[in-house]
């Protein structure tokens, strides 16, 4: 059985945590600040859920991001095979990559998302956060046997992007590392047992202002799944239990790669010539978030069984 956990502030900006159960929310009696020490705690959180008292209803509480910074946050590029194709690439030799955020991007689930007033196309990707439950030093044998002791529990994110930046510069660091670029939450959702055979089953959803834009199921789609993904990062990257990691998202963000024939005559034409015409174009594309767009993102199974609950924000221009 999952423990969704929560997260507050107090009036010294320490975290106070919560766990979810049928009757509210019940506060979990630790000294924990960040989500590592929450997870070396999980015991606590555990009697919380099993005997919750001062229970108060979820909605009264101003839920932060259940993931606390600094942290580090390593994404993957294009890992799934409808994402992939809608960028031009092919889903079958696509590489395995990653990319860093700052943790200064987290935000919470329910606060604005700022853009910068120098960005012009502003995009979003829902995604699922893995957070990390152990450490994992370079050099870390990860197995199917021993992936669920590493991995705490599940997020859900939003990678938001400031395109006009990533693509001219060819580099995702600071296109997609502002404050508030990486909202967080509503809930830190530990699993237990085999709950992670389930995660091919999750479904994620994202729209904006209530139209559907992104909503696809990990299983057939992501091309590397979390064993692959840690197997390559304990190579070079060491990993400790409150780290997040993004694992990349399906199909429809606002950007997507231009007829094959428009490609081809761009690639003949100088750099800054191609970038003016590429953003020209996309100038007319109404996906790209606009002041006041109301974005909800989603992941679950089907059935409820695992559910990381609603996220919802506002985009706010300068």
């Known amino acids: 059985m999952t423990l969704s956990v929560l997260r507050t502030l107090d009036a010294d900006d320490r975290s106070a945590w919560w766990v979810q159960t049928a009757a509210g929310a019940a506060p979990v009696r630790t000294a924990a600040q960040t989500t590592g020490e929450l997870i070396a705690d999980r015991a606590a959180v555990t009697a919380a859920a099993a005997d919750p008292t001062d229970v108060v209803p979820v909605a009264e509480l101003a839920l932060v ?34 990319f860093r955020k700052t943790s200064g991007s987290i935000s919470g689930p329910y606060d604005d998302v700022l853009k910068p007033a120098h960005v012009r196309f502003l995009d979003y990707e829902v995604e699922i956060g893995i957070v990390l439950g152990a450490a994992i030093p370079v050099g870390t044998a990860v197995t199917a046997d021993n992936l669920a002791d590493l991995v705490a529990g599940l997020v859900v994110t ?18 997609k590392s502002y404050p508030t670029f990486t909202p ?26 209530g139209e559907t834009r992104q909503d696809g199921i990990v299983e057939g789609d992501m091309v590397f799944r979390p064993l692959e993904t840690l197997q390559a990062l304990s190579r070079f990257q060491r990993l400790d239990p409150g780290d997040l990691l993004l694992t990349g998202t399906p199909v429809g963000t606002a950007l997507s790669a231009p007829p094959k024939p428009i490609e081809i005559i761009g690639s003949l034409l100088p750099t800054h010539v191609k970038w003016k015409a590429f953003f020209k174009r996309q100038a007319s594309n109404p996906k790209y978030l606009a002041d006041g767009d109301v974005m909800e993102l989603t992941v679950a199974t089907d059935d409820g069984a695992i559910h990381l609950g609603t996220q919802r924000t506002v985009v706010r221009y300068p």
């Open 65 to 98: 991001s259940p993931v606390t910074a600094p942290c580090r946050v390593v994404a993957q590029m294009t890992n799934y095979r409808s994402h992939v194709a809608d960028a031009g690439m092919n889903p079958d030799t696509v590489p395995l990559t990653f």
């Open 158 to 175: 939003n990678d938001v992007s400031a395109r006009d930046l990533q693509l001219p510069k060819t580099q995702f660091f600071e296109a």
């Open 184 to 209: 967080v939450g509503p809930a830190l959702v530990l699993l237990e047992g085999d709950e992670l055979r389930r995660f091919g089953d999750l479904r994620l959803r994202l729209t904006v202002n």
